[in-house]
């Protein structure tokens, strides 16, 4: 299996990437932000729970989050492998996944993150909060917090994964077919 934790901070380009490597090496998309976001417009308690945390911009709690990914990795059959799109957040996280593969006899293959300057991250949320709707998206003070949650509670996993050899660091301002052709570079090297 080909498992592929794409990582980096909000507005990084992680769900623009994962689209593009999904169809090009048939993988299932875990994407935890996009899994909260469905419980929210199905109005479930996980979503209600969920949408306290998400409209600040704060992570939801870990046994919430590894409860929901162990549900879909469990349901999703025939996929080659996966992308993991905003998680693991954090080595709690990070830990639990490896034990989850571990199940299923398979680990992570590695890891991109994504490099990009928080200036540039800021306006290209701004950007799309104008349209996307995305409540964490709405106000500069909001997109801050995002960011420096990211640095104090998720950047520790990708030293995690550095510490196995897995980690791989991509410029990501430019096209986004340049920068998708740089992760394929690394991804065709797992
Ligand atoms: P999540 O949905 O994961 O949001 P995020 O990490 O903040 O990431 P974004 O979706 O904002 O950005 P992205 O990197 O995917 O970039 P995108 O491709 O969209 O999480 C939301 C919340 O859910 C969290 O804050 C937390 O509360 C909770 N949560 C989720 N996972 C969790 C976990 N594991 N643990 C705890 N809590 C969790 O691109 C952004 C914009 O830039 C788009 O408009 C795009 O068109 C544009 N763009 C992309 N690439 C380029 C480029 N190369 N040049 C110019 N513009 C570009």
């Known amino acids: 299996m080909l498992n592929i934790v794409l990582f980096g901070p909000p507005g990084a380009g992680k769900g623009t990437q994962s689209e593009k490597l999904i169809a090009q090496y048939n993988l299932a998309h875990l994407s935890t932000g996009d899994l909260f976001r469905?419980?929210?417009?199905?109005?479930?308690?996980?979503?209600?729970?969920?949408?306290?945390?998400?409209?600040?911009?704060?992570?939801?709690?870990?046994?919430?989050?590894?409860?929901?990914?162990?549900?879909?990795?469990?349901?999703t059959t025939d996929a080659k492998g996966f992308i993991f799109d905003g998680f693991p957040r954090t080595v709690p996280q990070a830990e639990a996944l490896d034990q989850m593969l571990g199940e299923f006899e398979t680990t992570i293959s590695g890891m991109v993150a994504l490099d990009v300057p928080d200036e540039e991250l800021k306006a290209r949320l701004l950007e799309r909060g104008k349209t996307s709707g995305r409540a964490d998206d709405q106000n500069e003070e909001k997109i801050n917090n995002r960011i420096q949650v990211y640095k104090n509670e998720t950047l520790p996993v990708a030293e995690f994964y550095e510490q196995q050899g897995k980690f791989n660091k991509i410029h990501g301002v430019g096209t986004i077919d340049g920068i998708f052709s740089e992760i394929r570079g690394v991804v065709d090297q797992f």
């Open 38 to 75: 469905k419980h929210l417009g199905e109005g479930t308690e996980l979503g209600k729970l969920a949408q306290k945390y998400m409209d600040d911009g704060n992570l939801v709690p870990d046994s919430v989050v590894i409860d929901m990914v162990k549900d879909k990795i469990a349901s």
